[in-house]
C-alpha cells in the first residue's frame, strides 16, 4: 500500500505571496492532518479534515487553511506568507472511524522556504 | 491545554548501552499515547502505541514503553541501543477521541556512538 505522498517536496516563495500544498493520503483513510515542523517551535498542529470538514484546528492564525477533497486528498493554502513561514509541513492520515483514534502516518512533508 | 514534555534534549549513548526516554504530558482525562521516531532524512514513522489495556507495550525494533498513568508518563525503553537507532524520538498525546489533534513534545535527539 503506497504511503502518504505529499508535494511539492521543495518549496522557496517570496515575503507576500501564498502557497499551496498538497496531501494524497494512504488509500482508505478518510482524517488528514496538518502539521508545522520548526527547530523552535517543534511539531505544531495545524488542522484536521475528515469527510471534507475541517474537524480541529490549532492555534495558527487565519492566513493557514485548507481543505480536503471527496477522494480524501487535502490541500493547505498559506497567504501573504512571512519569514516565519518557512518550516517543514507535514501530513498526516490515519483510518479513523467517528469517535475513534487510530495513529497517524505521516508524509516526508513540503520543505517551504520564504525569502 | 495538553502539553508534552520529553526530559532530554540530546542524549549520546555508545552502542549496547541501555535506553530510556522520558515523556510526561499533562492532562487529565483519557488519553492515547504514541513514540514516534524521525531517522536523519527520513519521515515520522511510529515505533508504538497505547490506547488502553497492559500499559507496558511493545514496538517495532525492539523498543517498548511503560505507561504510568498516576506519573502522567509515557517513557520509551530499549535494552541494548544501536548505531543505527541514531534519531529523533518523539513522544505524542491524544486527548481528544473525537479527533485527530495529536500533541507532540519537542523531540530527544539520540546519538548511538559506534
Known amino acids: 500500500k503506497a504511503g502518504v505522498t505529499q508535494t511539492p517536496r521543495y518549496l522557496i516563495k517570496t515575503r507576500g505571496q501564498q502557497v499551496t500544498l498538497s496531501c494524497s493520503p494512504i488509500?482508505?483513510?478518510?482524517?488528514v492532518s496538518w502539521y508545522q515542523q520548526t527547530p523552535g517551535q517543534g511539531l505544531q498542529f495545524l488542522f484536521e479534515y475528515f469527510s471534507e470538514t475541517q474537524r480541529n484546528k490549532g492555534n495558527f492564525p487565519g492566513r493557514f487553511s485548507g481543505r480536503q477533497f471527496s477522494n480524501s486528498r487535502s490541500e493547505m493554502n498559506v497567504s501573504t506568507l512571512e519569514l516565519g513561514d518557512s518550516a517543514l509541513y507535514l501530513c498526516a492520515s490515519s483510518l479513523l472511524a467517528s469517535g475513534s483514534s487510530y495513529e497517524q502516518y505521516f508524509g516526508p512533508g513540503t520543505r517551504l522556504t520564504v525569502t | 491545554a495538553q502539553s508534552v514534555s520529553q526530559h532530554n534534549h540530546h542524549v549520546i549513548l555508545s552502542e549496547a548501552a541501555s535506553l530510556e526516554l522520558g515523556c510526561n504530558y499533562s492532562y487529565g482525562g483519557t488519553v492515547n499515547l504514541f513514540w514516534y521516531v524521525q531517522y536523519p532524512g527520513q519521515h515520522l514513522q511510529l515505533l508504538l502505541k497505547y490506547f488502553s489495556g497492559d500499559p507496558l507495550v511493545k514496538g517495532i525494533k525492539g523498543f517498548e514503553a511503560e505507561f504510568i498513568k498516576s506519573k502522567f508518563s509515557f517513557n520509551l525503553r530499549k535494552p541494548s541501543v544501536q548505531w543505527s537507532d541514531t534519531a529523533e524520538y518523539f513522544c505524542?498525546?491524544?486527548?481528544?477521541?473525537?479527533?485527530?489533534?495529536?500533541?507532540f513534545g519537542p523531540g530527544t535527539r539520540l546519538s548511538v556512538l559506534p
Open positions: 488509500s482508505g483513510h478518510r482524517s
Open positions: 505524542a498525546v491524544n486527548a481528544d477521541n473525537y479527533g485527530q489533534n495529536f500533541v
